[in-house]
Nanobody, 127 residues
Framework: QVQLVESGGGSVQTGGSLRLSCAVS????????MVWFRQGPGKEREMVAV????????DYSDSVTGRFTFYQDNAKNAVRLEMNSLKPEDTAMYYC????????????????????WGQGTQVTVSS
């Protein structure tokens, strides 16, 4: 059973930076597809970035490319999302999620494909 515990988030002004972390336990860390989703007010949950922890392949949504970076810390069995140049439209509840996947697996991108979820953490960007 994969367990995910998120931390980080908070409030920042436009142009600021925040870091989100997601600690992983209960499964082999290098055999996961990890994803960050977000859900803004009145919006559907959308994928922000996804990473295969075995291969390191990472893909980003167009809206965050160049501003957000998805890191993994193998020693701590954790991933984190570094968010820079934040905009008000980045305001959302952010969730990390996981699904089991081999290193040569192309990670899914759909909400329904991820069976393990963190509790969510709020990010608020003010103008």
């Amino acid at each position: 059973q994969v367990q995910l515990v998120e931390s980080g988030g908070g409030s920042v002004q436009t142009g600021g930076s925040l870091r989100l972390s997601c600690a992983v336990s209960g499964y082999t860390f290098s055999r996961l597809c990890m994803v960050w989703f977000r859900q803004g007010p009145g919006k559907e949950r959308e994928m922000v970035a996804v990473r295969n922890t075995g291969s390191g392949r990472t893909d980003y949504s167009d809206s965050v490319t160049g501003r957000f970076t998805f890191y993994q810390d193998n020693a701590k069995n954790a991933v984190r999302l570094e968010m820079n140049s934040l905009k008000p439209e980045d305001t959302a509840m952010y969730y990390c999620a996981a699904v089991r996947g081999r290193w040569d697996t192309r990670c899914p991108r759909e909400l329904r494909d991820f069976g393990y979820w963190g509790q969510g953490t709020q990010v608020t960007v003010s103008s």
